[in-house]
């Protein structure tokens, strides 16, 4: 298992920006796949991107060329950078981690955090 937790959320106005951090221990971080799913209020908990450890990275089409995911073996931390923000990108983010490939899945990662609150404002 390994133990996750997500940080950077916040209130921000439609057209800024926010950077998400997912801080995790308890397994050798250059093995693990990563990657971030966000939840609205009433939905259902929908991908957003990941990163594998090879670096190959997925992005669900509605924030391609807005969102960045990157990650820091060194540091241990999975980051999120969210540009050119919408109010429909407001939910709960969560941050997840599964064994060396990305996936789009959330059925397939093993470990989750507790989610952290972004908030855009029209």
């Known amino acids: 298992q390994v133990q996750l937790v997500e940080s950077g959320g916040g209130l921000v106005q439609a057209g800024g920006s926010l950077r998400l951090s997912c801080a995790a221990s308890?397994?050798?971080?250059?093995?693990?796949?990563l990657g971030w799913f966000r939840q609205a209020p009433g939905q259902e908990r929908e991908f957003v991107a990941a990163?594998?450890?090879?670096?190959?990275?997925l992005y669900t089409d509605s924030v391609k060329g807005r969102f960045a995911i990157s990650r820091d073996d060194a540091e241990n931390t999975v980051y999120l950078q969210m540009n050119s923000l919408k109010p429909e990108d407001t939910a709960v983010y969560y941050c997840?981690?599964?064994?060396?490939?990305?996936?789009?899945?959330?059925?397939?990662?093993?470990?989750w955090g507790r989610g952290t609150q972004v908030t855009v404002s029209s």
């Open positions: 997840a981690a599964r064994m060396l490939a990305a996936s789009r899945y959330a059925g397939q990662y093993d470990s």
């Open positions: 308890g397994r050798t971080f250059s093995s693990l796949g």
């Open positions: 990163i594998s450890n090879g670096l190959t990275t």
